[in-house]
C-alpha cells in the first residue's frame, strides 16, 4: 500500500512568488494534517481536515496560506506571496481516525524562499 | 516556556547501553501522548503510544506521570539503528486537532 506522499520534493522560489504544496494522504484516510518545521525548530501543526472539511486551522501563520482538499482526497497547501520567513519542510500526515490514531507522514517539501 | 519540552541532547552512548529520555509538558489537560522517531531530513515515524499504566515494546518501555506532566522513554541494549532524534508528542484535551511536537532529543550509538 502506498503511504503518504507529497510533491515537490523541494522547491526554491523568490520572495513575492507563489507555491502550491500537494499531498496525497493513504488512500481511505479521511484525517489529513500538514505541519511545519522551520529550522532549529519544531514541528508546528498548521491544520487538519477530516475528508474537505477544515477541522481545526488554529496553526495557519496567516492569511498568505490557503489549503484546501475539494472532495475530500488530496490537499494543497499554496503560500501566497511566499515570505523569507516561509522557509522550512512542510510535512503531511494522514490518520484513519483523528486525535489519538496514529499519523502517517509524508516525506515533506523542503520549501527554501529567496 | 515551550508546551512540550525536551532535552535536545545529543547522548551519545555506547552501543549495547541503555538510555532513556524525559519529556515534560505544561498543559495538566493534555490527553494524548506518543513518541515519534526522525531520521534525518526523513519524516517523523510513530515510535510508541504512551499510556496511563505504561508500555513496552520490545527494548522500548514508555512511562507517563501525569503527576508530574511528563513521559519517559527507555531504550534497553540500545543497537547503531537507534540513533535518530526522538520526538515526544502531546495532544491537548481541548483541542480536537492540535498535536505539539517536541524539539526532539538526538541519540548517537557508538560501535
Known amino acids: 500500500e502506498a503511504g503518504v506522499t507529497q510533491f515537490p520534493s523541494h522547491s526554491v522560489i523568490e520572495k513575492g512568488q507563489t507555491v502550491t504544496l500537494r499531498c496525497d494522504p493513504i488512500s481511505g484516510h479521511d484525517n489529513l494534517y500538514w505541519y511545519r518545521r522551520v529550522m532549529g525548530k519544531e514541528i508546528k501543526f498548521l491544520l487538519h481536515f477530516v475528508k474537505e472539511s477544515k477541522q481545526d486551522e488554529s496553526g495557519m501563520p496567516n492569511n498568505r496560506f490557503l489549503a484546501e482538499r475539494t472532495g475530500g482526497t488530496y490537499s494543497t497547501l499554496k503560500v501566497q506571496p511566499a515570505e523569507l520567513e516561509d522557509s522550512g519542510v512542510y510535512f503531511c500526515a494522514s490518520s484513519q481516525g483523528g486525535r489519538g490514531y496514529e499519523q502517517y507522514f509524508g516525506p515533506g517539501t523542503r520549501l527554501t524562499v529567496t | 516556556r515551550k508546551e512540550v519540552e525536551q532535552d535536545p541532547g545529543p547522548f551519545n552512548v555506547p552501543e549495547g547501553a541503555t538510555v532513556a529520555f524525559n519529556c515534560t509538558y505544561s498543559n495538566s489537560a493534555s490527553q494524548s501522548f506518543f513518541w515519534y522517531r526522525q531520521d534525518c531530513r526523513k519524516e517523523p515515524k510513530l515510535l510508541m503510544s504512551?499510556?496511563?499504566s505504561g508500555n513496552e515494546d520490545g527494548r522500548f518501555t514508555a512511562q507517563l506521570n501525569r503527576a508530574s506532566q511528563y513521559i519517559s522513554l527507555l531504550i534497553r541494549d540500545s543497537k547503531l539503528s537507534d540513533s535518530a532524534t526522538y520526538l515526544c508528542v502531546v495532544t491537548p484535551r481541548s483541542s480536537a486537532s492540535k498535536i505539539i511536537f517536541g524539539s526532539g532529543t538526538r541519540l548517537s550509538i557508538r560501535p
Open positions: 504512551v499510556y496511563s
